[in-house]
């Protein structure tokens, strides 16, 4: 029994450091230039450790990706005030999201960079900001359900586009190193004003 016992916990901290040494290098390198002999290096196993947890470097990187939105979600949930306004609801995703990336530098861009990856049986994964524009459109639904956002919109279609937004946004803020308060302020603004019913 005891024996067993060590067995699963040396499974798990190899399943550990195998995370933390492909978000790292998943990081520092993107998906294409991460390979699963790198991954296993980094984390100090042996390369056969990689797939005793994982088929393929995909499945590595999906794993990755999922545990940043749950990780994100997780963050958003945390700063969520359930009473605001629209406004205030908007400011706190906003800032949520940044405080996010400001404390995971690089995670977010490389969650996103490689999301059209394709398996060998020709499925594609849903891309994380497709997921992200539904989490969106729930948003909205929500806020036109308590008179707050306009009814007649398609949310589906709405999420996506505020998803859209946020991600170039966030590509322009970080090329033109645009100050992140006058980025949530105006964004919040405009998508408060864009979202209000007639």
């Not at 995971?104 to 994964?125: F, S």
């Not at 994380?128 to 008179?147: I, M, N, P, S, T």
Request: a neutral charge; charged letters at 25%; proline letters at 3%.
């Amino acid at each position: 029994m005891a024996a067993q016992v060590l067995q699963i916990k040396k499974k798990s901290d190899s399943l550990t450091k195998l995370k933390a040494a492909a978000r790292k290098l998943f990081v520092e390198r993107g998906y294409h230039a991460t390979r699963p002999q790198d991954i296993a290096r980094e984390a100090g196993l042996g390369h056969g450790t990689f797939y005793l947890h994982y088929p393929d470097k995909r499945a590595c990187f999906l794993a990755f990706v999922e545990d940043a939105r749950q990780e994100l979600d997780a963050h958003l949930v945390a700063a969520r005030c359930p009473d605001g306004t629209l406004e205030e609801l908007i400011s706190a995703n906003l800032n949520a999201i940044y405080d996010y990336s400001d404390s995971h530098p690089g995670v977010l861009r490389a969650a996103m960079t490689d999301e059209m990856v394709i398996d060998a049986e020709g499925a594609q994964a849903v891309p994380l900001l497709v997921r992200w524009g539904e989490e969106w459109a729930q948003f909205v639904r929500k806020a036109a359900e308590k008179g707050q956002a306009c009814p007649k919109y398609d949310a589906g279609i709405i999420g996506q586009a505020i998803v859209g937004a946020l991600h170039q946004t966030a590509c322009e803020g970080s090329r033109g190193q645009l100050c992140r308060k006058a980025v949530v302020e105006n964004l919040t603004h405009f998508l408060t004003r864009a979202l209000k019913s007639d």
